[in-house]
């Protein structure tokens, strides 16, 4: 009980904290994370411990998902070339640079000094998601950042897992790259036949609180089975949530649809406030592993770890886009329009937050590993700093790149709405009725609308009149129940009514996208 009552206060604290990030417009893990280490070491605080696979199955597995989901294939088509320098190029750099210093400064064997390397080396794509959707930035860099942080995670942890069974001499490095192939190609396959058959499952499921709780199950399924196997569980759930996004919203009714992304957001965002706030928590429990002696050598690893973490990631984006702008110089104008800029760079390679992954798979290593305290306190240490250092400076460093206001996906959302709306006019102009020329009325105008850029947000007549007498509709209802004439059962059913007259009525754009 006490341990429930503790994840209550933990999440109200959270949700507070959360509150205030958004009008310091600050990343809220950096928050987060400095508030659990503030707890951790306030006196009599009790000491919460994270079991590794529980906690990459709970807080990675669905907060993956959801991002992979709202993932745009043609984004991950077009920027392909940097999504594989930084998900790949990018953590064999950080990998190789970091197990360098290890090797030299604190004197680890090579295998766990590239082990160090992979635990610290990817960012994490619940702190990158949680950067993107407070500030607005340009479309190129927002898909680029997002589809690294699908992937990055899944090339370290490749990485990672030859590693550590080298250093404890149950397989030899040099017979890694058959291993990783046959988990990445595995990966794939694994993923896609999940989807499918999660696909079969849920199309037949027609009450929207089983179809949401058989979600929640086979993301947690997928994850655990695909790591039972030993294939890479985040390209298998990578691969499962982008087959499922592909079929699943068209073979799913509107209220299933409404009730299952409403579910989503709110169990999302409860993961990643309590991911963060427990990473803060491990503050004590981690430092308090480290001998006496060796304390000040351990901090002194941790730090320069830490720097040259951030200082590797932005070598790296600026050298390949210093690299890839000189290639393009003689392409095509549309290619050189779509080059990547160094003020990108800059901000891709300062969004290196690591997170709840980095933290995870250090104290997931074994017991006896060569290293393991002076390797784990490093991993905190890169977690807690980049959310701290980069996270609370990012809204400064925005503001000195200065970007143009990208309103690329605002354009795409009323060129389709036009689309969408002719469309409807098209099927019913075969209808003669006096009915069908009212809604033919109603398209006309929401399309005329949809046709100016400026005004595509903005409410026809139709919709404030709709809205206008909704809003009666309710105050009608609130007193048909206080008078007794009906009872909440019906009250609530004619609630859900209105509710959806509301959300049809509502101008365009006046609701924000639901996640997954």
């Known amino acids: 009980m006490a341990l429930f009552e503790l994840t209550l206060i933990l999440l109200l604290i959270a949700v507070a904290l959360t509150a205030l990030s958004r009008h310091l417009e600050i990343p809220y893990p950096s928050l987060l994370a400095l508030a659990g280490v503030a707890l951790a070491f306030v006196p009599g605080a009790p000491t919460i411990e994270i ?5 990459l199955a709970l807080f990675i597995a669905p907060v993956l998902l959801d991002a992979a989901y709202d993932t745009s294939l043609r984004d991950l088509k077009r920027y392909r070339l940097s999504l594989l320098l930084l998900a790949l190029g990018a953590v064999v750099f950080t990998t190789l640079v970091v197990a360098f ?66 250093a404890i001499g149950s397989v030899m490095l040099k017979d890694a790259v058959p291993v990783i192939l046959l988990a990445t190609v595995g990966s794939v396959v694994a993923g896609y036949v999940f989807g499918r058959v999660s696909l079969l499952a849920l199309t037949r499921i027609e009450d929207a609180a089983s179809s949401t709780v058989v979600q929640f199950a086979g993301t947690f399924a997928v994850w655990i089975i695909a790591d039972k196997l030993g294939l890479s569980a985040i390209i298998t759930i990578v691969v499962y949530a982008i087959t499922i996004a592909r079929t699943a919203p068209r ?28 990473m803060g928590l491990q503050a004590r429990s981690i430092v308090g592993r480290l001998s006496g002696d060796g304390q000040g050598e351990a901090f002194l690893f941790a730090a320069t770890v830490l720097g040259v973490v951030i200082v590797a990631r932005l070598v790296w984006v600026m050298g390949y886009v210093a690299v890839i702008r000189q290639f393009r110089r003689f392409d095509g104008e549309g290619q ?7 003020r990108g760079a800059v901000l891709v390679g300062w969004c290196g937050m690591r997170g709840l992954v980095t933290l995870v798979v250090a104290i997931a290593l074994p017991a006896d590993f060569p290293g393991r305290d002076p390797i784990v306190l490093a991993a905190f240490a890169v977690v807690l700093g980049t959310l701290v250092l980069q996270g609370m400076s990012l809204k400064p ?48 105008a929401q399309r005329r609308i949809a046709e100016n850029p400026d005004d595509a947000q903005a409410a026809t007549e139709y919709d404030r009149l709709r809205l206008y007498a909704i809003k009666r509709q309710r105050d009608r209802l609130e007193e048909l129940r206080s008078n007794g004439t009906i009872g909440d059962e019906a009250y609530h059913r004619l609630e859900e009514e209105i509710d959806w007259s509301e959300l049809a009525a509502a101008p365009a754009g006046s609701f924000q996208p639901l996640t997954t």
């Open 51 to 55: 079991d590794p696979e529980l906690a």
């Open 101 to 166: 210093v290890g090797w030299k400064m604190a004197g680890l064997p090579i295998a766990a000094a590239i082990a160090l390397g992979a635990i610290v080396a990817p960012p994490d794509a619940v702190a990158a998601s949680a950067v993107l959707s407070q500030f607005k930035v340009p479309h190129r860099i927002t898909a680029i950042l997002q589809g690294e942080s699908l992937l990055n995670d899944a090339t370290a942890l490749l990485i990672y897992r030859i590693s550590v069974s080298a």
């Open 251 to 278: 073979r799913m009714s509107a209220r299933r649809r409404v009730s299952t992304y409403s579910v989503w957001e709110s169990a999302v965002f409860v993961l990643n406030v309590l991911a963060f706030v427990l």
């Open 336 to 342: 050189k329009r779509d080059a990547p800029t160094f």
């Open 397 to 444: 460093l925005l503001r000195r790149l200065n970007f143009e206001r990208d309103t690329s996906i605002d354009r795409e959302v009323a060129e389709a709405r036009v689309a969408i709306m002719q469309a409807a006019l098209d099927v019913l102009s075969r209808k003669t009725s006096s009915a069908a020329a009212v809604v033919r009325e109603q398209y006309e």
